[in-house]
């Protein structure tokens, strides 16, 4: 079906679909001071892979971000911020997923948290007991 440019749905006889809800991993790049380029790697390609399997979709951009250690030096980190837009039903179905693959990325990345952020409330997710049954 195809909606008429007169109705909400559509646009010049094009089909519209609202997704209102964003949901994104931040993967890091270093484990301490160290980069790690081929892990970076591997996880931003599970994530994104993970991602669209879930939502059926994502997009990866490449950010850079500060953090303070624990000698209150801020650090600078480049990032992959994978994400998915989504609607309700497919984010109460997998929100639980999204929490586990950021926990499996900290872990298997040593990192103290990973960040998840859902509709611009961001989440740490640190390696620890998995969310989903």
Known sequence: MVASAATPEGVLGVMVMGLSHK???YVPSKIKDAKVPALH???TRL?????GLLFGGSTMVKGVGTWVDARGKLVPEKVAICYSFCDESALALNEGKVFDLARHVAK????ESVSVEIDGVLHFVSAGVPVAA
Do not use: E, T
């Open 41 to 43: 790697r591997k996880y």
């Open 47 to 51: 994530v994104l892979k993970r991602l």
């Open 23 to 25: 949901v994104a991993i």
């Open 108 to 111: 298997r990345m040593s990192q």
